[in-house]
């Protein structure tokens, strides 16, 4: 018999417990044990959140692959202890929330809403906005996120680039990648979306020098990693102007301290790692589906590359 | 030879001479005359803005047809001394910016963006919004602009219903019409976007009744025209809380005048008219192709349909 050990924090438990029952008869896997408590040399699953208690992945002898709740794996992948396949969480609900999170504050900035949420009475200045045909946004990073990110922009009638590590293509989208690739993709962009994983050769991809390649007034939005971007060339950067705005979802630490120069910035705004989030009913059903591949031996879905650390 | 007169604001004329110009050549029409002084009896097509000097079309007796350059004709369709063919705008920069408009300010309210851009240092509440397929948008009035917004709502996840005045069928769009079908289409409504004409039949369309239908905190956004609502209801349901905001970019009075309540109210935003404009490249294009095809005696685009005021 399969046994699901699922291994995060108890709130998560009670939020998960209906839906992924439900899944799992779904997939025909009606029987299997699912428990927050089971004798490690039982366990053929574990459901993960990488803050849970099991840190020590060795005492499970039967183990066949961890299936991660969250979309970033930077706290796991380097755990010595994990030896079988990882999977990350990639959801619909995390897919469309991201989506929609981009999109939103991409408009936002384009239609340069602020000045009206704020408005003065009487402020009657008719300026429509350009076309969105007429703006460039670059997507940092074009995996799942990226791409569904950059689809919904394309609808939009943005113009879109994208630059990932490896080449990709996107019907439609204009893609760049590699070191060099970056300066490229930035040089026109009126603004830049991040939604790279966190890994040691992402870290401060927004720097002083990439920050200057971008045309002057660019905006920056991330709901991606806190570590893509160094906070003080960043706040370096909006002081003169060289960045007109960033939105920022996702910090080095969150909640993000009180004191921090970004809560009182007049060209910050802050948002408390919203962006996106694993949503119980769609993310049980991967869950589901990657243990009925794993009792089925076939491949699982969205397998975390180990060197490459996603 | 054709003669196509002008009969716009001066300042529109530096706007759309060049590109009018440009797109006539493109049709074949590079040997008719644009003018903004003809003699009357010459004039074979006018080029028309509502508030124009020309008033009285009886004194031009080759007058073939008048392109509006507007999308509204509510302030020339009633003139009893034009006889001929009268189009409307839809030009393509039109569609796209008030999709655009649309979509931002559907986001605006589906994400709560409000509350983070007018933030306070450490205020970190990590809830993130439902998405997008779990809100309703109704758009009321499904012609081209609103059938434009439709489809870029449904793109970006929402669940999208639709109301008109005649039965219209939009793939994904649940659709409603007629006086009855308008309390069904805003019951379920958690976001109402108005895109009607202003035509007798449409005004007020938003009473104190209508608004009564929507849920309780339902928004309201208006880029369609300002007398499709009852001000006096509006600001009444925004003070119960039945209507929990309302973004405005089309008033009875425009410019808003600096004391009217709207302004100062906390839950009001007030656009100045620049969801949508005709823009002169764009538009250009349909004028040009209107003229194309009023001498080869084909069909013009975008007809108004007299007795229908629109």
Chains 1, 2 share one sequence.
């Not at 896997?29 to 099991?54: E, F, H, K, R």
């Not at 569904?148 to 009638?157: D, I, P, Q, S, T």
């Not at 050769?201 to 160094?230: C, F, S």
């Not at 009180?258 to 007049?266: F, G, K, L, N, S």
Request: charged fraction near 20%.
């Amino acid at each position: 018999m399969t046994t699901i050990l699922f291994a995060a924090h108890p709130d998560r438990w009670a939020q998960y417990e209906a839906p992924l029952r439900a899944a799992l008869a779904k997939a025909g896997l009606g029987d299997a044990t699912l428990t927050c408590t089971a004798a490690p040399q039982q366990v053929d699953y574990i459901v993960y959140a990488p803050n849970s208690d099991v840190q020590d992945f060795s005492v499970f002898p039967r183990l066949k692959a961890v299936l991660n709740l969250w979309a970033g794996v930077e706290t796991v992948v380097g755990n010595p202890t994990l030896t079988v396949p990882l999977a990350r969480m990639v959801d619909d609900g995390m897919r469309e929330g991201m989506r929609e999170y981009v999109a939103g504050h991409v408009l936002r900035h384009h239609l340069g809403m602020d000045a009206h949420i704020k408005g003065k009475p009487g402020g009657w200045q008719p300026n429509a906005p350009p076309l969105a045909r007429d703006r460039t946004v670059a997507i940092l990073g074009l995996g799942e996120l990226g791409t569904a990110c950059a689809e919904v922009l394309l609808a939009l009638g943005f113009t879109v680039t994208g630059w990932s590590r490896s080449a990709k293509s996107i019907p439609g989208v204009t893609s760049f990648h590699g070191p060099d690739g970056l300066t490229d993709c930035l040089k026109t962009a009126d603004i830049v979306v991040l939604l790279m994983p966190n890994t040691p050769a992402t870290e401060n991809t927004l720097n002083a020098d990439t920050l200057a390649a971008l045309p002057r007034g660019a905006v920056v939005i991330n709901p991606g990693r806190g570590t893509l971007i160094d906070d003080e060339a960043l706040l370096a950067a909006l002081e003169s102007g060289q960045i007109a705005h960033a939105t920022l979802d996702v910090f080095r630490v969150e909640p993000l301290p009180e004191d921090h120069p970004y809560w009182r910035h007049p060209n910050v705004t802050v948002t408390p790692h919203i962006a996106s989030e694993t949503r119980p009913e769609t993310a049980s059903q991967v869950i589901a589906e990657n243990v009925r591949r794993g009792e089925a031996g076939e491949p699982l879905l969205h397998l975390v590359n180990r060197r490459a650390g996603y």
